[in-house]
């Protein structure tokens, strides 16, 4: 138990929730929520990279990657596209919609029960979408 990244059994989660399967049908991915963020494990090379959140680290803050914080993640889930992921979030009260893009993702914010988020992304999780 814990909040690591790393490869194969170096790689510790905290509080699992959350699954989701890349949409493009590229199921060499998955995102994986726990408590204070969202991790992308790649199933080929079992490496674990943190996206969005800080591990170990709660909160409620808007940003890009490392600079956002989540909190009690409960679910995960991708629009039809592939482009946004859903990340419900209990303690939070929130539904936040997070970009996934190649390279910079942009998003605008909102206020109540529902926000997006801006994050970085790296190129190869997400391939399919648009620039």
Known sequence: ??????TGSAALFNLCFGLAFDPT???????VGDHTSVRVVDLSTQEVTTIVG???????AVGSGAESEI????GLAFSPDGQTLYV???Q??????IRMCPTKCNAQC????YQNLETSCHPDFFPSCAA
Do not use: W
Not at 54 to 59: A, D, R, S, V, Y
């Open 54 to 60: 800080n591990l170990g680290t709660p909160g409620n």
């Open 71 to 74: 909190k009690d993640v409960r």
């Open 25 to 31: 049908g590229d199921n060499s991915r998955v995102l």
């Open 92 to 97: 939070n009260h929130m539904i936040k919609a």
């Open 110 to 113: 909102a206020t109540g029960y």
């Open 88 to 90: 419900v979030e209990r």
């Open 1 to 6: 138990r814990g909040s690591t990244d790393g």
